[in-house]
């Protein structure tokens, strides 16, 4: 049980908590980019650009800055869904 708690933030080089701080960090980021999304909605010439900027930062921090540990031989890297 204890595994599924570190395998996948160390398979992102970083610990339970770092990685805590990392997917809430995250989190409230998405929060403000879609209340801008919906000010945006409700008034046109509001937030025009902060729900793209949002995506492309977070897309930039997640995907083009991080680095993933291989998988050990043996061990399968999938996880199910909602993981």
Known sequence: ???RFIDHPASVNETYFQHMGMA???GGRMLIGA???FVHGFFPWLCLTRGSDTIRELHRRMVTHRVVRPAEP???TAVAAGD
């Open 24 to 26: 809430f960090s995250f």
């Open 1 to 3: 049980m204890i595994r």
């Open 35 to 37: 209340l801008a999304c």
């Open 74 to 76: 043996g061990r399968s």
